[in-house]
């Protein structure tokens, strides 16, 4: 059903009310999911609008879009989207600072130990003793990432272990605010293989500091860019700071879009949301400021790839792995992160007089409020 702005505002502050016990009846269920696309639609028209705008906008394969050029698009990227997924390696369960956007925002201290010596690889604990055994049994992965949550706390950890798999062949990233980075620590992991490093620029709201360990990490690893979700602040700082960060030479730029959860929800109250898919709810702005963002570095003919990793990106992303696990037809771990759909984060966009439905349509009997349900 195509269900007019009005209604649906009318059902989601009566949704928004109910106890979080309380279980919709199947035609409720019907109209949050006709609200749902109804918004997604709207958003995509936009979006699509933007793209048409990007005069050189390529596709990688049908999985992800980017501008720029096509030697510096990240292979721990293509591993993630085209390869055997990618594979999360944990270790440092502590962080330097605490960001809005951070999925464990308010919880950094209450994230669990990995333990003492040891990695958590596919969700199994190792010792770097145990590698061997890992890589002789299991087929190697395209990639492996190193994530969870600052490495930079204890980088010299790492360098033992990221020697093994480089010896084995095998893609690695780094992910790092880039505050604790040193010119010594990030030489040391040059040395030791590393093959891609990120920098969550927008972490450190784009400071000189770590602008200038980016400049410094492209002396001694191959290739160096930035990974940040893209937000308002991000998009400000960078464009503030654009010459000196263009002029580290980095590689790539991925734009995340920022999706939500009940860590840091809260952070964003009052500001438009979707859902996409039924899966990552997002603040619309996001992607809009990434599509925004690839036309400047498009027209502005910037020498490195910028790289709109959306939630449709993280929905193939999921699609790719699962195949390659040899899971079954249209298998994925895509799925919203709400225990409960949020439907208060809903109402500042369905309440948003300038967001406009592209069609609507009268709601059917039975499904109109104050109507019965049977």
């Known amino acids: 059903m195509k269900i007019s702005k009005k209604d649906a505002l009318v059902w989601f502050e009566f949704f928004a009310e109910l106890p979080e016990d309380e279980e919709l009846m199947i035609k409720q269920q019907e109209i949050v999911y006709a609200t749902f696309a109804q918004i997604e639609e709207a958003i995509d028209y936009r979006n699509d609008m933007l793209m048409s705008e990007i005069g050189n906008l390529k596709n990688l394969e049908g999985r992800t879009l980017y ?16 390869g055997t997924g990618l594979s999360a390696i944990r270790k440092t369960n502590k962080c330097n600072i605490e960001c809005k956007f951070c999925y464990n925002y308010g919880g950094l201290d209450d994230i669990p130990p990995v333990g003492e010596g040891m990695w958590e690889i596919g969700g199994t604990k190792f010792y770097e003793k145990d590698i061997d055994l890992l890589l002789s049994i299991h087929k190697k992965p395209t990639g492996i990432s190193y994530v ?23 893609h690695q990233h780094l992910y790092t605010n ?28 784009c400071a000189d500091k770590v602008i200038e360990n980016i400049r410094i990490a492209k002396k001694y690893i191959k290739n160096v860019g930035i990974e940040t979700p893209m937000t308002p602040e991000f ?22 879009e920022l999706h939500l959860n009940e860590n840091n929800i809260d952070n964003y109250y009052g500001e438009n949301m979707y859902i996409c898919r039924q899966g990552y709810v997002s603040p619309i702005w996001s992607r809009e400021l990434t599509l925004k963002f690839m036309k400047i570095a498009d027209d502005e003919k910037w020498d490195l790839a910028v790289h709109d990793c959306s939630n449709y990106t993280k929905f193939a992303r999921n699609l790719n792995l699962s195949s390659k696990e040899g899971k079954w037809f249209g298998a994925s771990n895509y799925a919203c992160e709400f225990p409960r759909t949020p439907y208060e984060a809903f109402l500042p966009i369905l309440r948003d007089e300038s967001f406009k439905f592209l069609t609507e349509e009268e709601l059917p009997a039975g499904y109109k409020a104050g109507e019965l349900f049977f």
């Open 67 to 82: 501008v720029g050029n096509d030697s510096k698009f990240p292979n721990g990227c293509r591993s993630c989207l085209l």
């Open 178 to 205: 880039g505050i604790l980075a040193t010119e010594e620590s990030l030489k040391a992991l040059g040395e030791a293989g590393l093959d891609e490093l990120r920098f969550n620029l927008g972490a450190a709201n």
């Open 148 to 170: 969870y949550l600052e490495p930079f706390m204890e980088i010299e950890k790492y360098y033992p272990l990221i020697r093994k798999f480089r010896k084995a062949g095998i």
């Open 235 to 256: 998009f400000e700082g960078f464009f503030r700071k654009k010459q000196a960060i263009l002029d580290t030479k980095l590689d790539f730029i991925n734009c995340a």
